[in-house]
């Protein structure tokens, strides 16, 4: 069953958010954003720690949908810091939900595919979760706490990848290293499918028209590793792909343990969707066309 969706909250406009954000913006859809910093005039200020501020928030705004995308992502700062982590990542999400509860919304929650130990991979919804660091811990208690609050919610378990301006994201690293002409390392031993930004847009906004309720999994049909991830881009791109070379995870300086191959079944999605997914060469090839940098852009420098 289709939904009509009038009236959408989106609270977290960094990467994914500001992406839903333009993509509802440009389809003349009525879209509120909101982030923490107000880097923008575009959004509104929200901290999803304050039960009130929430609260006080999305009663004035009374959406038929809210799409939470706020959260700390940065696995080695959380590593050391788990009370924050857990505030923002877990309490945050409670008072999302137990506000969407009073006003009758729905609830979208960006989660992650770190809730998994990585020891099987191609994880289904249904397996079970075991994060092995605090950012994967954390990610887990909001969902949890989501649960316990509200009935009407999609949890949407993914990992994603694109190109982004301020240039913080593996994507732009592993491009900006091939574009420098720099060796850089990629593991072999982390494992996953990630989704490219604009199509997991698309996907989310489908959940969001559909009378859907539980956990689903987003990510791409080819499982790889980083090092041949790194390849993809360098072959796409008309890079140099020896720059890439392999290593291992376990010889890195990183603080967090990171959970090995986190891949996710995209079967239960596709069924309920009723469609394919991309591959991962058309999700590049995608975004080497959106910036329109490749190996020409490069000698003519």
């Known amino acids: 069953m289709i939904l009509l969706v009038d009236k959408t909250v989106i609270i977290g406009c960094g990467f994914l958010g500001s992406k839903i954000f333009t993509n509802l913006k440009n389809n003349n859809k009525k879209v509120i954003g909101t982030n923490f910093?107000?880097?923008?005039?575009?959004?509104?200020?929200?901290?999803?720690?304050?039960?009130?501020?929430?609260?006080?928030?999305?009663?004035?705004?009374?959406?038929?949908l809210v799409i939470n995308c706020a959260a700390n992502t940065d696995i080695d700062y959380l590593e050391k810091n788990e009370k924050f982590a857990n505030m923002v990542n877990g309490i945050g999400v409670?008072?999302?939900?137990?506000?969407?509860?009073?006003?009758?919304?729905?609830?979208?929650?960006?989660?992650?595919?770190?809730?998994?130990?990585?020891?099987?991979?191609?994880?289904?919804?249904?397996?079970?979760v075991k994060p092995i660091n605090v950012y994967g811990k954390?990610?887990?208690?909001?969902?949890?706490?989501?649960?316990?609050?509200?009935?009407?919610?999609?949890?949407?378990?993914?990992?994603?990848?694109?190109?982004?301006?301020?240039?913080?994201f593996l994507f732009n690293w592993i491009l900006r290293n091939l574009k420098e002409n720099k060796e850089f390392t990629g593991f072999e031993d982390i494992?996953?499918?990630?989704?490219?930004?604009?199509?997991?847009?698309?996907?989310?906004?489908?959940?969001?028209?559909?009378?859907?309720?539980?956990?689903?999994?987003?990510?791409?049909?080819?499982?790889?590793?980083?090092?041949?991830?790194?390849?993809?881009?360098?072959?796409?791109?008309?890079?140099?792909?020896k720059l890439i070379k392999k290593g291992s995870i376990e010889h890195s300086s990183l603080i967090a343990k990171r959970p090995k191959n986190t891949s996710l079944s995209n079967l239960k999605a596709k069924k309920i969707l009723k469609m394919n997914f991309p591959s991962l060469k058309e999700q590049i090839l995608k975004i080497r066309e959106e910036i329109k940098i490749n190996y020409n852009d490069k000698q003519s420098h």
């Open 37 to 64: 910093q107000n880097t923008s005039n575009e959004f509104k200020k929200l901290d999803i720690t304050n039960f009130d501020f929430v609260n006080s928030f999305l009663n004035k705004e009374k959406p038929d």
């Open 94 to 128: 409670k008072n999302i939900a137990k506000t969407c509860k009073q006003i009758s919304s729905k609830l979208i929650h960006i989660s992650t595919d770190s809730v998994f130990d990585g020891t099987l991979g191609l994880y289904t919804e249904e397996d079970d």
């Open 191 to 241: 494992i996953f499918n990630p989704l490219e930004i604009s199509f997991l847009s698309d996907l989310i906004l489908k959940f969001g028209n559909m009378e859907y309720s539980g956990i689903i999994h987003l990510g791409s049909d080819e499982i790889i590793n980083k090092y041949n991830f790194g390849c993809e881009i360098a072959d796409t791109f008309g890079f140099n792909k």
């Open 138 to 168: 954390s990610k887990l208690l909001g969902e949890e706490l989501l649960q316990e609050n509200l009935d009407d919610f999609i949890i949407i378990r993914t990992n994603l990848f694109g190109y982004h301006h301020q240039g913080k």
